[in-house]
Structures are given as structure tokens and as C-alpha cells.
């Protein structure tokens, strides 16, 4: 596939890629993953994320405002809403752009990914800790089965269509978001410190308490 740089994934190196950066990053998720906080720290390492075009950074903000057992629909393709093809245009035609994808992710979208060429940075939690969230936040109760399934099955197609993916853990994220993000910053071949990427990350804030945790467990 050619793209509007006239670049296609033979004509160029590895190396050439690299360090140019010709390539766009995405971060995969089931939803109470992280996503959100994997997406403000690509965009600190100097990623272009691209939300929805029509919403200033605030707008947005307050408009999909998520509260306690309340569920807004709002990820249908990755953070964009109100103007898919115009937004999926930009992430193709800006080099170094990207979103956030909640999965399973669609034949439709992976065109998007493999059309760049994409780097996807795939959130994984323990099923068993989705289920808790999910309880604890939008009241439901769904199968583990189900995000175990969609996890495999996302890998599957990634690896299926030659996509390089790294696969980071919402906890060690958490425990351990210096030597996570070092590791983040150089698989997208990073051009920024890493210092505000890490402040971006923050341990104890949680849409959800403790309490209200352990009445859904």
C-alpha cells in the first residue's frame, strides 16, 4: 500500500522506518485497562493521539465525563466519535499519529493499523481484575471467559497480520511505571524524555473505591 509520503513497507528498511518514525502507534484495550492512561502517556512520548476533531481537549472531557456504575458509549473506534472517516484520514496521513482502539478490533480497523505501518501497544490485566472493575463500575457481571477470548483472539489477528505489538501489563504500569515506560518509549523508538510520561501516571487514582469494590467481588 502506498501512502501520501509515497512509502511502502518494502521500499523502505527497518532502520529507515525508525528513524524517521513513518510508523503510527495504537494501543489496544478491553475497556477498564488502562487504555486511557497508556493513551496520555504515548502522547507525552511525543505520539500525535487523535481524538474526536469536533471536541476541543475540555469538551471532551466533560462531555464523556464517566461516573460511578454509569457507562457511556463513547469508544467505538478508539477515542474517535463524531467524525470516523475524517479522524481515520489524519491517523493514516500524519506519520508518528495513533489512537486508542478498545477491542475486539474489526477487520475494518486493522486495515487502519497495517496501512501506516502500525505499532499497537496491547493493555493486558488479569480477566479476573476486568471482571471486579466492570462490577465495581458499570454494575455488570461479565464472563472471564469472554476477555480471555478476546485477548487471545486479538494477538492471534496481530500477529496473523504481521503487526508488531508489545504487550504491557496494567499492573506493572502501576508498580513499576519508570522501567515500563523506559521500555514503551524505545519500542516506539520514543523522541522525548520520559519524565512527563511517567508523572502521567498515577497509582492511586481509581474510578472506583475500595468498598465499592469489594461489595461487587
Not at 477498564?32 to 512520548?45: A, F, H, N, P, Q
Not at 494477538?155 to 511505571?177: A, G, H, R, S, W
Amino acid at each position: 500500500m502506498i501512502d501520501k509520503y509515497h512509502l511502502t513497507k518494502t521500499s523502505h528498511t527497518e532502520d529507515d522506518i525508525f528513524s524517521r518514525r513513518l510508523f503510527n502507534v495504537f494501543v489496544f484495550s478491553l475497556p477498564r485497562c488502562g487504555s486511557s492512561m497508556m493513551t496520555g502517556v504515548v502522547e507525552k512520548l511525543g505520539v500525535h493521539m487523535t481524538y474526536n476533531s469536533e471536541d476541543d481537549k475540555e469538551q471532551r472531557e466533560k462531555k464523556y465525563a464517566k461516573r460511578l456504575g454509569e457507562y457511556v458509549p463513547n469508544e467505538f473506534f478508539g477515542e474517535i466519535t463524531d467524525n470516523q472517516w475524517l479522524n481515520q484520514l489524519q491517523i493514516l496521513t500524519t506519520p508518528y499519529a495513533g489512537c486508542k482502539m478498545i477491542m475486539p478490533v474489526r477487520n475494518f480497523h486493522m486495515d487502519l493499523v497495517t496501512g501506516c505501518p502500525g505499532k499497537v501497544i496491547m493493555m493486558w490485566r488479569e480477566p479476573e481484575e476486568i471482571r471486579q472493575s466492570h462490577i465495581a463500575f458499570y454494575n455488570k457481571s461479565p464472563d472471564i471467559s469472554y476477555f480471555e477470548s478476546v485477548m487471545t483472539w486479538q494477538e492471534i489477528e496481530l500477529t496473523k497480520n504481521n503487526i508488531d505489538y508489545k504487550i504491557v501489563k496494567f499492573q506493572e504500569v502501576i508498580d513499576d511505571p519508570i522501567n515500563t515506560i523506559q521500555d514503551i518509549a524505545e519500542f516506539i523508538n520514543s523522541p522525548n524524555d520520559i519524565e512527563e510520561a511517567v508523572k502521567f501516571v498515577k497509582p492511586d487514582a481509581k474510578r472506583f473505591n475500595k468498598q465499592e469494590l469489594e461489595i461487587g467481588i
